[in-house]
């Protein structure tokens, strides 16, 4: 894909995410009182306390966020997150009044946790947050805990933020917020991870060239050689080390024990792989 086009793509995956966002907020969350963190949790509150828009407070709390943002995190990031959070506070003006779910804690949370989970993970994947936390939690993972995934320290922020919900809208609808923060936390991680998730396949076999051969030719993968040594036989050894996609490992276990029945196969996950024939390389 040219660089263009990957920027299009890239543009239109944060409108529809944003829009997915927004429209949470808006016929979700708000109508039931639920602060699930976030700006957008503070604008609830602001809106339930002094009748403040929504949108009005996603763009006044963003800014000095934008501002102290841009030598951390750089430009590219930045202005995708200044464009998502300008069309959040635009969705979040234009879009109806309807509510999604009434009546219901338990839907709404459900239903709230999925919707800006998929919109926070396709943000998450163009390298674009809505601001507020989100950028928050960006920052704190590229500057001081890398170790944390960027999912969990939205969770902890938001929970600051639920927490500070209570006095307002009780702790019942606290209760349910953090089912809905728990719901977005593990559906843009799991977008985030799973786009770029794969399958480690190693085999160890005598017939080591036909099992390889095989995976080159009919799967297109490279196939890597590791010698080795037994440390029990002291027999030298040659494993074969593979990365494929998730729906290429079955394909991976058929050719070996086809080839040879006595092959031994040790399959793992690799939680994200970059280079030719899988994610591009991040590029500033």
């Not at 841009?70 to 506070?89: D, P």
């Not at 009780?170 to 786009?195: E, N, Q, R, T």
Request: hydrophobic share 50%; glycine share 10%; with cysteine.
């Amino acid at each position: 894909m040219s660089g263009k086009s990957k920027i299009i793509k890239d543009y239109l995956l944060i409108t529809a995410g944003t829009f997915l966002v927004a429209f949470a907020i808006k016929n979700i969350y708000d109508p039931m009182g639920l602060v699930t963190g976030g700006v957008s949790g503070i604008a609830i509150i602001l809106k339930e306390i002094l009748d403040v828009p929504l949108w009005v407070t996603n763009t006044v709390m963003n800014i000095p966020l934008f501002l102290f943002s841009v030598k951390i995190l750089g430009w590219t990031f930045v202005k995708r997150t200044v464009y998502a959070t300008a069309v959040l506070s635009v969705f979040l003006g234009v879009i109806p009044y309807h509510p999604f779910v009434e009546h219901d804690f338990l839907l709404t949370a459900v239903f709230g946790g999925v919707i800006t989970g998929l919109g926070t993970g396709l943000l998450l994947l163009c390298h674009a947050t809505t601001g507020g936390t989100d950028t928050v939690a960006v920052l704190l993972h590229k500057r001081a805990l890398r170790h944390v995934s960027i999912a969990v320290l939205l969770q902890v922020l938001d929970g600051i933020i639920v927490a500070a919900g209570i006095p307002v809208f009780g702790i019942v609808c606290a209760a349910y917020a953090v089912i809905a923060v728990f719901c977005l936390g593990k559906v843009s991680d799991g977008i985030v991870a799973g786009v770029h998730y794969s399958k480690i396949a190693y085999v160890i076999s005598d017939r080591k060239d036909e099992i390889a051969k095989v995976i080159m030719d009919r799967l297109g993968r490279g196939v890597t050689d590791i010698r080795a040594t037994g440390m029990y036989t002291g027999a030298r050894k040659d494993i074969l080390f593979c990365v494929v996609s998730p729906k290429e490992i079955v394909e991976v276990k058929e050719i070996a024990a086809a080839i040879d029945p006595r092959a031994f196969i040790i399959i793992t996950d690799a939680k994200e792989v970059r280079g030719e024939g899988f994610a591009e390389h991040e590029q500033d």
